[in-house]
């Protein structure tokens, strides 16, 4: 039984465009001028997080093509002249690619290999975007200061992961299959 | 009926198709989008000053809050060393009290030479002020945006200046956002001169937090404590800007360069049109400027 009401569909509206909301708004919050010490070196890399997150809970929501214009978008608002643009965007859609076939694993362990997982993604990612901003621009990047940012922000995703990951438990069906047993999508207890 | 199948099976393998390469299109999708900004620089500008001024008005509501709260932080840190703040504020206020001597009696004497001499004084100086509403600091950037454009006649290569020095100068200019690159960047490179020996040399940024001196004629006469200023060379900026001392004068063409401007502190800087626009030429095909700058003369 669904219900159909306004408050309803507005929730299921809400849902819906929630990841890409909270997307755009990390990406916008790139540029802010917070003067905390550590968090604002962090900044350029909280997109990843979010994306990596939310395409574990729920990848519908963040399509692919809302990715590439995400990643396009900061890399406008965050690159000087001659910074590539959409290596970003790249990075974003391999993320989501690798998070979302690894996903029925990934759901169903403990929080500590979801960590190791974001490790490793987002390493990747600041290699792919260092690589192509040095090749890009034809300087040798020292790279002191984009290992320090990925080392910031893997320290803060125990703080922000779970926060986001709040969206999950809500949704009745999108819970480990494991744990769903045999219920099938659409199936309701009478 | 047999068509409409048809055309169904047709959609249903388009999709299955568009389904599996899915990964394939978006990545050659971004490919192409890092091709085009190398191709076609100008949209690429274009672009970036588009996203700028579309996400200036969300960032300047960020950046109020913000501020008071850096504000009230520095603040409280403040108190702490209160007391020893002011001993040190008394003894320079008394050094500054003799320079304003001297600087008094060789303002007088500069006026009466310059009328001695039919001096024609440069172009007066207008500036703007702006407040930062941005940082574009990243791994790769140095730089800041601010909310002025060319609405109140900012334009590309015009200096960015602090309290105390040179901070940058304008790189993109929107409607309402301007975007800064710092002295720091790796893409600065600045004609200087040294204050004392009016050697000319370059001073590029490397992304760090100090500038790197590239002497045209060797380092030997360079010590530390030398002030940096602008060259006026290259017709971007005039001559005498100040813009950093070195704190690291090596023998191996190492001379480290610490700007004066305090990037990590900025919150209001002024934008300077000093009428010298040389070699900086605007990127893009800017209509001109519809009213005078909205700024006070500066002297």
């Not at chain 2, 440069?122 to 500036?127: I, Q, R």
Request: aromatic letters at 6%; a positive charge; hydrophobic letters at 50%.
């Amino acid at each position: 039984m669904r219900a159909d009401g306004l408050l309803a569909s507005l929730d299921r509206v809400g849902r819906f465009v929630l990841p890409g909301t909270v997307l755009l708004f990390f990406v916008v919050l790139t540029l802010a001028p917070l003067r905390v010490p550590y968090l604002a070196d962090a900044l350029p890399l909280l997109p990843t997080l979010v994306v990596f997150q939310f395409s574990l809970a729920t990848p519908e929501r963040l399509p692919g093509l809302l990715l590439l214009a995400m990643g396009v978008l900061l890399d406008l608002l965050l690159g000087g002249p001659g910074a590539p643009v959409g290596v970003s965007a790249l990075g974003f859609v391999l993320i989501r690619a690798a998070v979302v076939s690894n996903r029925r694993y990934l759901v169903g362990v403990p929080f500590l290999f979801q960590w190791i997982g974001f490790c490793l993604l987002s390493w990747g990612f600041v290699a792919l975007v260092w690589a192509c901003t040095a090749l890009w621009t034809w300087t040798a990047i020292d790279p002191t200061q984009a290992m320090m940012q990925y080392a910031i922000v893997i320290v803060i995703y125990p703080i922000l992961g779970p926060l986001l990951a709040r969206v999950r438990p809500r949704d009745p069906l999108n819970v480990p299959e494991l744990s769903r047993g045999t219920a099938q999508p659409g199936e309701t207890t009478t | 009926m047999a068509i409409r199948d048809d055309f169904e099976v047709v959609a249903l393998q388009v999709r299955t198709v568009l389904q599996r390469f899915a990964l394939a299109l978006l990545v050659i999708a971004a490919f192409t989008a890092m091709l085009i900004g190398k191709a076609d620089t100008v949209l690429v500008e274009n672009a970036r000053v588009l996203a700028l001024d579309l996400a200036s008005p969300a960032l300047e509501a960020i950046a109020r809050p913000v501020a008071v709260a850096n504000r009230a932080i520095a603040d409280l840190k403040e108190f702490a060393s209160l007391r020893e703040e002011n001993a040190r504020l008394r003894e320079e206020n008394n050094r500054l009290l003799a320079w304003q001597t001297a600087a008094r009696r060789l303002e007088n004497e500069n006026d009466r030479l310059r009328d001695l001499a039919k001096f024609r004084e440069g172009p007066e100086a207008s500036f703007i002020t702006a407040r930062i509403v941005g940082d574009s600091v990243s791994a790769y950037v140095r730089g800041a945006l601010l909310n002025v454009g060319r609405r109140v006649g900012v334009k590309p290569g015009q200096a960015v200046l602090t309290g105390e020095g040179l901070a940058g100068r304008i790189a993109e200019v929107g409607e309402n956002s301007a975007r800064v690159l710092f002295v720091t960047d790796v893409n600065s490179r600045l004609p200087v001169q040294v204050e004392r020996t009016r050697e000319r040399a370059i001073l590029a940024g490397d992304n760090s937090a100090q500038l790197r001196l590239t002497l045209l004629q060797g380092v030997a006469g360079v010590q530390r404590g030398d002030r940096i200023v602008t060259s006026g060379h290259g017709g971007s900026f005039p001559v005498g800007i100040p813009v950093g001392e070195v704190v690291q004068a090596g023998n191996e063409g190492s001379v480290r360069v610490r700007p004066f401007a305090d990037f990590s502190r900025l919150e209001f800087v002024r934008v300077v049109d000093y009428g010298v626009t040389g070699l900086v030429a605007p990127t893009s095909a800017a209509p001109a400027p519809p009213a005078a700058p909205a700024g006070q003369k500066a002297r």
